[in-house]
């Protein structure tokens, strides 16, 4: 699976060892990408970002890192909106998204 970290630039070659039903080229996802020994594994965790969001998603992260923001604000920022996601899940997502920051800006990984 090829991956582009949307923060810092770097690519990854992931082998994955279990299925991947549920991913999508194009998706944002967070997760951890860790070393083997041999190759790039992801660990067990991943967070899926709602597609309907992935444009917000994207321009948040442009705009946040212009900023000057960290990682670690982008990616607190980004967990804390899918999380407001998740509990309003009756609402569209690109609009949670999009409307979350107002000067403070933020973002995680394309598949």
Do not use: C
Not at 49 to 56: F, G, K, L, N, Q
């Amino acid at each position: 699976m090829e991956l582009e970290d949307i923060l810092g630039g770097a690519r990854f070659s992931v082998v994955e060892r279990r299925s991947t039903i549920g991913f999508e080229v194009g998706a944002i996802v967070e997760a951890r990408v860790v070393w083997d020994g041999a190759d790039p594994l992801f660990a067990k965790t991943f967070l899926f970002h709602p597609r309907d969001a992935r444009t917000e998603v994207l321009n948040l992260v442009d705009d946040s890192l212009m900023t000057g923001a960290s990682r670690d604000e982008i990616m607190g920022k980004l967990s804390q909106l899918y999380l407001r996601w998740h509990r309003h899940g009756h609402l569209n997502a690109g609009r949670i998204y999009k409307g979350a920051f107002t000067g403070n800006t933020a973002g995680p990984v394309v598949i």
